[in-house]
């Protein structure tokens, strides 16, 4: 699976982007996909999981409320909406595909098998 994630840009504190994430492959159905956020000098760290079937998500407390994950398996594609941005949230965004078949795994980077290159997300003050 080839992944490759855009929408990234720069937005004001308290406005809104939306990031997509579009895979290569007949088998992008039968993964879990996950986004995560590295920002300068930090680790990376998880924001937002979807099961291959879009029946179960969850989310970073720090992105809870204002963060939404989604999937379009027909186009291949997974979303992250994000709103009321914070200058906090500034990172590269990551997405992330994983056939671990334990669905509470999905905040775990070792679990998944294939990255995006990342979409830089820049919030100002």
């Known amino acids: 699976v080839q992944l490759q994630a855009s929408g990234g840009g720069l937005v004001q504190a308290g406005g809104s982007l939306s990031l997509s994430c579009a895979a290569s492959?007949?088998?992008?159905?039968?993964?879990?996909m996950g986004w995560f956020r590295q920002a300068p000098g930090e680790e990376r760290e998880f924001v937002a999981y979807?099961?291959?079937?879009?029946?179960?998500?969850y989310y970073a407390d720090s992105v809870k409320g204002r963060f939404a994950i989604s999937r379009d398996n027909a186009k291949n594609t997974v979303y992250l909406q994000m709103n009321s941005l914070k200058p906090e949230d500034t990172a590269v965004y990551y997405c992330?595909?994983?056939?671990?078949?334990?669905?509470?795994?999905?905040?775990?980077?070792?679990?998944?098998?294939?990255w995006g290159q990342g979409t830089l997300v820049t919030v100002s003050s």
């Open positions: 992330a595909a994983s056939r671990d078949a334990n669905l509470d795994a999905g905040r775990i980077i070792r679990t998944y098998d294939y």
């Open positions: 492959g007949r088998t992008f159905r039968m993964y879990n």
């Open positions: 979807i099961s291959y079937n879009g029946g179960r998500t």
